[in-house]
């Protein structure tokens, strides 16, 4: 799964990290919202607990975990992203894993290293259909997905992502994953259009 060469998603991601070298460090709100009335209570303090954040970007969700202990892997495609998130992990004396890696091309056959491996599975502001059971094999019993991403309510705004295929149905997040069992699910338009959704094994 290691990155080779350059795409143009890429490229793209990367202009944009080095462009934006200040991009947010906290964590999404409906993350802390779902970290403090689930994970906490549902899973404790773990010791040596895993989580998996694919398509971290600078890595605010991962680093926000590792900050309590847990041990992050950060999976983006964005070389520029990963670096800002080293940089900032280093900072904050912090130990993660760090993994640069088209999404688009990862299939349950070529993540057996993740398969039941973690106990926390984060997903934010990125949607490939495919990866949704890759997130579900790597999940360990119990555990749990916290899953965030635009819905088609988002065209109303005029800003964020406007390929249909990176927008979510009515419906979709939640049945997408319907071999969990869902704890939390909403669709919201407020400030954007988004599907919230926290799911256990």
Known sequence: MAAAGTNPERARWNRRYAEEAR?????DS????????????????????????????AGRQGLWLAERAWNVTLVDISSEALSLARRRAAGRNLSIEFLECDLTTVRS?????????????LGFFYL?????PVLVDALKPGGLLIY???????????????????????????TAFSALTPLSYRETVRDRGVAELVAQK
């Open 23 to 27: 991009s947010p460090e906290i964590p």
């Open 109 to 121: 056959a070529q993540s057996q290293d993740w398969q039941g491996r973690f106990d926390l599975v």
């Open 30 to 57: 409906f993350f802390i919202d779902a970290y403090q009335e689930y994970v906490e209570p549902l899973l404790g303090a773990r010791q040596g607990a895993l989580a998996l954040d694919v398509a971290a970007g």
């Open 128 to 132: 490939h259909r495919d990866l949704f």
């Open 148 to 174: 965030k991403t635009y819905t088609r309510l988002q065209l109303s705004f005029g800003t964020g992502p406007a390929n249909p295929e990176h927008l979510l149905h009515p419906g979709e997040l939640r």
